[in-house]
């Protein structure tokens, strides 16, 4: 049976299933991704896997589109017209806080208004944006403020709860002293666990705040079926997949392969497992255009990782440490990352 988890902050009475889907990849490829009568599959396949009475955690953004822009919750609002039913039976994350069709934070309070505003316009009253995260942290308005201006959204109903993404611990401690944080977003996997990384996860358990693992089998790669990709992808510009770095990582992924095999699972579901083990608020967010692995990603709730491989793996990622940056090799601060 799936299992399921409460939120945190002023969402801990929300329980949500204990593995989400993240909906980036059903709508940022444009034509070259899946059609969206196979997106609206994967996505009742998902929430109809959850038990009755708890809400499958989707995770979408301002910016999901080919060309940043809110092609993704459009493509949201035209799931919910065709199934009103499974509006309540999905908990809606949307990121935001940046100028339309760009990356380019703006957390001011008019840009803060109008990211709220059109992802609401972009729903077409469908769905209520369950949790509004920013999508970076940016220091330009003081954090106190943009706490306050979110704060008056919930007071209006334009947002259910606040949340956060890629925030530092420092950060995730000073927007938690002015308004209860229900989620923070950021990257966790066996390739993407650095010191940063486990301060977040530490700091969040102590403010009894709910982790939102995003890229939990890193982009694919840790699937162990990566095959050579279309000149196209998108993924063709991430370090970690090129050259020396991408032959260092695949000595990673095959000494995981062998742990997942001896276990009987994949290695895709080895890695969902213990991204959960590490907290038992901590949702991870795989996708898949596929709708039997994403109903296999979710049921992953399910597995549980013995002592004795939770050392296999702590001794793997120890001994193979993974090659390049999670992005293109730029400072972490040039990307707004642990802001």
Not at 3 to 17: D, P, R, W
Not at 54 to 82: C, D, H, I, V
Not at 85 to 96: E, H, P, S, W
Not at 156 to 173: N, Y
Request: aromatic share 6%; proline share 4%; hydrophobic share 35%.
């Amino acid at each position: 049976m799936v299992q399921t988890v409460n939120l945190g902050g002023s969402a801990k009475e929300v329980n949500v299933s204990r593995v989400g889907m993240g909906l980036g990849m059903l709508t940022s490829l444009g034509p070259d991704g899946p059609s969206e009568e196979q997106a609206f599959e994967v996505i009742k396949a998902s929430v109809d896997a959850v038990p009755a009475g708890s809400k499958m955690l989707l995770n979408s953004a301002q910016f999901y589109g080919p060309k940043q822009g809110t092609e993704n919750l459009e493509m949201l609002a035209r799931f919910f017209e065709r199934h009103p039913g499974y509006a309540d039976k999905v908990f809606l994350c949307v990121k935001g806080g940046t100028k339309p069709n760009t990356f380019h934070i703006d957390t001011s309070p008019e840009g803060l208004r109008a990211s709220v505003e059109l992802c609401n316009s972009a729903l077409r009253g469908t769905k209520t944006i369950d949790l509004f995260q920013i999508a970076r942290v940016v220091r330009s308005t003081p954090l106190s403020e943009q706490m306050k201006i979110l704060q008056g959204f919930v007071q209006e109903g334009l947002i259910g709860h606040i949340g956060l993404s890629e925030s530092s611990e420092k950060s995730v401690r000073e927007y938690n002293e002015h308004a209860p944080i229900a989620a923070v977003e950021i990257e966790v996997s066996p390739w993407s666990y650095e010191d940063e990384t486990k301060n977040v996860i530490s700091a969040c358990a102590e403010l009894g705040i709910a982790i939102i693992a995003y890229s939990p089998l890193g982009h694919g790669f840790l699937t162990g079926q990566m095959g050579k990709l279309d000149d196209k992808d998108w993924r063709n510009n991430l370090s970690r997949f090129k050259g020396e770095h991408a032959t260092n990582n695949l000595k990673l992924v095959e000494a995981l392969k062998k742990v997942a095999e001896n276990k009987g699972i994949s290695p895709a579901q080895l890695c969902l497992a213990w991204v959960q083990s590490l907290g038992e608020r901590i949702i991870p967010i795989p996708c898949s255009t596929k709708t039997s692995r994403m109903v296999e990603n979710v049921n992953t709730s399910d597995i549980k990782l013995t002592d004795d491989e939770h050392a296999q793996i702590e001794r793997i990622l120890e001994e193979y440490p993974v090659s390049g940056g999670r992005y293109f090799d730029a400072a972490a601060f040039e990307l707004h990352l642990w802001g």
